[in-house]
C-alpha cells in the first residue's frame, strides 16, 4: 500500500515538473527541440571577431572595450566560468583611469567563480557601457537584446554584434529566449 503510493506521489511530482519545465520553455518562445550545441568558446570567438568587423566606433579604445565585452558575453552564454574570469580580466586592460568604475565591475567578475554572480555582474557592466557604446559608434549594427525571465523575471538585457539571439543569463539552458529590444546604428 505505502509503495503504491509512494510510485502515485513520485508520479505526480514529475508530471508536475514536466509541466514547469513546458512553461519556462513556452514562457520565453522556447520550442520543445533542443537548442543547436554552441561552438567550443575559441570558434564563437573567432567567429564574433569577424562579425564585428562591420562595427566601427569612433574611438580605437570604444572598439576594444565592445570587443572584450563580447568575448565576456560569448564565455556567460557557454556557461564558462573560468572563460569568463579571463575575458573580464582582459576587459579590464581595454579601460583608462577615466573608467574605473567599469574597471570595478570587470576586476569582480573576474575574481568570482560564482556563475551567476557573473551574470548579475554583467547585467551591471551592460548598464554602464550602454551610453558609451550608443555615443562611439561610427558604422554598422549592435542589438540591444533583452531575456523577460532573468534575475528572478526581472528581466536582463546585453548587446550583440548579430540579431540571433545567444542568452549570456541562461547560456544552453534557454540559449535562445530573448528578443532584440533596440537596433542602434
Known sequence: MKYNMLMKRKQSNNAILAGLTLLVMT?????????????EASAVTEIKEDATA???????A????F???LAIKTALTNTDVEGTQAAAKAFTGNLDENQMELKGVAQEMANTKDIAKQRELF??????????FKDQLAQGTIYKQFCPMAFNNTGGYW??????????????MMLTCGAVKETIQ
Open 62 to 65: 570604444t572598439g576594444k572595450i
Open 54 to 60: 562591420m562595427v566601427s566606433f569612433n574611438e580605437d
Open 159 to 172: 548587446f550583440s554584434d548579430v540579431s540571433e539571439i545567444r542568452n549570456p543569463y541562461y547560456g544552453d
Open 67 to 69: 570587443q572584450g565585452y
Open 123 to 132: 547585467a551591471t557592466l551592460t548598464s554602464k557601457v550602454e551610453q558609451l
Open 27 to 39: 514562457a520565453c518562445g522556447e520550442e520543445k527541440k533542443k537548442a543547436p550545441m554552441e561552438p
